[in-house]
């Protein structure tokens, strides 16, 4: 079992910067793809951006790259994802996921390569 816990969402200016941390508690930690999903209204959930076990790779949405940031600290068994830039569009509920299975290093970015997925933080951005 893991279990994942998101912060750091909130209300911010289009141009500004947030970043959401996902702790994990349970299984070993350093071992799977973490990821980050987002969900906006009316809109199906969406991949944003992953890391592999090491930290070693990364993958990221077209609609991100360049502007957000994911890493992973494994001592404190937290991946985190700096966004900068932030553009209304990104306003969404976003989702830490724990790929326990060994599946996302296949297909990183598909949703349902991954086990186990937090409540969700909101994120707003205003024009």
């Known amino acids: 079992q893991v279990q994942l816990v998101e912060s750091g969402g909130g209300l911010v200016q289009a141009g500004g910067s947030l970043r959401l941390s996902c702790g994990a508690a349970?299984?070993?930690?350093?071992?799977?793809?973490m990821a980050w999903f987002r969900q906006a209204p009316g809109k199906e959930r969406e991949f944003v951006s992953t890391i592999s076990g090491s930290g070693g790779s990364q993958y990221y949405a077209d609609s991100v790259k360049g502007r957000f940031t994911i890493s992973r600290d494994s001592a404190k068994k937290t991946v985190y994802l700096q966004m900068n830039n932030l553009k209304p569009e990104d306003t969404a509920v976003y989702y830490c996921a724990a790929d326990i299975a060994g599946r996302a290093f296949v297909s990183p970015r598909a949703g349902a390569n991954y086990d186990y997925w937090g409540q969700g933080t909101q994120v707003t951005v205003s024009s």
């Open positions: 349970g299984r070993t930690f350093s071992t799977y793809f």
